[in-house]
């Protein structure tokens, strides 16, 4: 079955710092996706990365970077220099062959100015 | 990027009463929809599973007689909350699937349920 661990329940920082969400999944299909979302006080989901099995490299857009490492199993989210914009709930979420979505816990971060 | 909408945004309703979600794809078609329901502070848990013109795969532990969804077409899919008591009072978002990509889900803003 999968599983999504987000251990960091949540995390605040002081705007500029760099911070690391962690992700740990879960799964038995070769072929899968890994994703993050970024929900903020709205509601409203804001989808930020998709990788799939496949692919290992490592994603860099903007402040926002994903280190995918398939030997520990990890899709950990970094954000640098945080801005009190980014704090919202951040979720990791994996799909296996297949549609069906399994969220990890979801990381609070604050960033305080 | 494909656009999903809900509504309503919000809603308040009686305990007893009934209250529908309209989930709606914009500007694909969406042979797969999902629903899933996220309490305060929690993460999404998906409710169940919709294709177009066939009934839903409900996931383990949610009464299907008691959350109707309907997915009558490739845009449009809603999801009827029965009988609603206080506990029902959750955050439901739904998404939707294309056709290429199944891996792709596209989600609405969400609709905030309040039963009193």
């Known amino acids: 079955a999968q599983k999504v661990t987000q251990a960091q329940t949540e995390i605040s920082v002081v705007e500029k710092e760099d911070v690391t969400l962690d992700c740990v999944y879960e799964?038995?299909?070769?072929?899968?996706?890994l994703f993050w979302y970024k929900q903020p006080p709205s509601g409203e989901l804001v989808f930020l990365i998709r990788?799939?099995?496949?692919?290992?490299q490592n994603e860099i857009s903007g402040r926002y970077s994903w280190n995918f490492q398939k030997s520990t199993s990890s899709f950990n989210f970094t954000i640098t220099a945080s801005q009190v914009v980014d704090s919202a709930v951040y979720f990791c979420?994996?799909?296996?062959?297949?549609?069906?979505?399994?969220f990890g816990a979801g990381t609070i971060l604050r960033v305080k100015s | 990027g494909a656009v999903v909408s809900q509504h309503p945004s919000r809603v308040i309703c009686k305990s007893g009463t009934s209250v529908k979600i309209e989930c709606r794809s914009l500007?694909?078609?969406?042979?797969?929809m999902f629903w899933y329901r996220q309490f305060p502070k929690q993460s999404l848990m998906l409710m169940a599973t919709?294709?177009?013109?066939?009934?839903?795969?409900?996931e383990q532990g949610v009464e299907k007689d008691k959350f109707l969804i309907n997915h009558a077409s490739l845009t449009l899919s809603t999801l009827t909350v029965t009988s609603a008591h206080p506990e029902d009072s959750s955050f439901y978002i739904c998404s939707a699937g294309g056709r290429l990509a199944s891996y792709e889900q596209y989600f609405g803003p969400g609709t905030r349920l309040t039963v009193t």
């Open positions: 799964t038995r299909d070769t072929t899968y996706y």
């Open positions: 919709s294709n177009e013109g066939s009934k839903a795969t409900y």
């Open positions: 979420a994996l799909s296996e062959y297949g549609n069906k979505l399994v």
């Open positions: 500007d694909f078609q969406a042979t797969t």
């Open positions: 990788r799939n099995s496949f692919d290992e």
